[in-house]
């Protein structure tokens, strides 16, 4: 299972950014992927998984409303559209199989990280 993310970077608040998660065609067909971030200081946190059976999707409340998580199966992609960002929003951001369920889990495999950083 290989999972490449990109498209982190510098963005003021209210502003908006795209994350792209490149994966394998295994990992796109048989696992649920999503993305996950980790701020200085805090513990990583699961904020948005789309299943690969049916598309489903989940989000943390953090990020509900501002955030949208899609597939795109030719390109073998996985997007995190990030809108209306927040300081608080700054972290490192992972992909990485996920499970849902009371909150997102992770299931084993995971990409590199991309910085994210919002400020003015």
């Known amino acids: 299972v290989q999972l490449q993310a990109s498209g982190g970077g510098l963005v003021q608040p209210g502003g908006s950014l795209r994350l792209s998660c490149a994966a394998s065609?295994?990992?796109?067909?048989?696992?649920?992927i999503g993305w996950f971030r980790q701020a200085p200081g805090k513990e990583r946190e699961g904020i948005s998984c789309i299943l690969s059976s049916d598309g489903r999707t989940q989000y943390a409340d953090s990020v509900k409303g501002r955030f949208t998580i899609s597939r795109d199966n030719a390109k073998y992609t996985v997007y995190l559209q990030m809108n209306s960002l927040k300081p608080e929003d700054t972290a490192v951001y992972y992909c990485?199989?996920?499970?849902?369920?009371?909150?997102?889990?992770?299931?084993?495999?995971w990409g590199q990280g991309t910085q994210v950083t919002v400020s003015s």
């Open positions: 065609r295994f990992a796109l067909d048989y696992y649920a």
């Open positions: 990485a199989t996920c499970g849902i369920g009371d909150t997102i889990y992770h299931t084993g495999y």
